[in-house]
C-alpha cells in the first residue's frame, strides 16, 4: 500500500474522536458500557446513557429517574432530544437533521486516525444505497461505529437493540440494553 494514501490522516494523539487529549472523545468513555452519539459535522460524541445500573457488569448503584436531554448539533447541523429511562437500559433519541446533512470525508481525514476514518468508511460501505448519514452511534464498550443507513430498520449489537424510525427530516432510535445471562 501506498505509504503517502494516510498522509493526509490525524496522528492517533490528534484524532477527534479517539484522542485522550479532547474534552468529548471516545477515549472519555472507552469501555462505558452505554452508547453514544458521533456527528460527523462537528466530530462531538454524546452519551445517551442507557445502561442497567445496579447490574453485575456495571457494579454501580441502583438508580431511579427519567432521563430528558437536548443537543443542539449547531447552526445548520441539526439537533438531537433524548429521553427513557437509562437506569433500566430503554431509550429513545428523536434525530432532526439541519439543512446541511452530508458527510465530509475530506473534513474526516485532516481530524480522525487511519483506525476511526476505517470505521466510519466500513460503516458507509454497508450501505448499498448510499445514503450516509451524519450522525452514527457508538458502542462504547466495543468501540464499534454504527451508522443510521435508510434501509435499516432494527438491528441487535453485542448487547443492544436497536430500531430506528425514519424520517424525512430525522431520525427517531430506540436502544434497549439487552445483556446476556451469564
Known sequence: ????????????????????????SLACYAAWPSIGILHLCTLDIYDTGVMLFGDAQSNTPNRDGVLSGYINFGEDLGYAHISG??????VTVHITNGPSNTIDFGYLEENLCPE???KITACC?????????NIFLIDFHSMDFYPLPEHLV???RNDYYF??????TGDTV???YVPGRE
Open 85 to 90: 429511562m437509562p437506569h433500566r437500559g430503554i
Open 154 to 156: 432494527s438491528f441487535l
Open 174 to 176: 430506540y436502544i434497549i
Open 1 to 24: 500500500m501506498d505509504e503517502t494514501a494516510y498522509s493526509c490522516f490525524a496522528d492517533s494523539s490528534d484524532c477527534a474522536v479517539c484522542s485522550f487529549s479532547k474534552k468529548r
Open 116 to 118: 476511526c476514518m476505517g
Open 163 to 168: 430500531h430506528i424510525d425514519h424520517f424525512d
Open 125 to 133: 460501505g454497508e450501505d448499498p444505497t448510499g445514503s450516509y448519514k
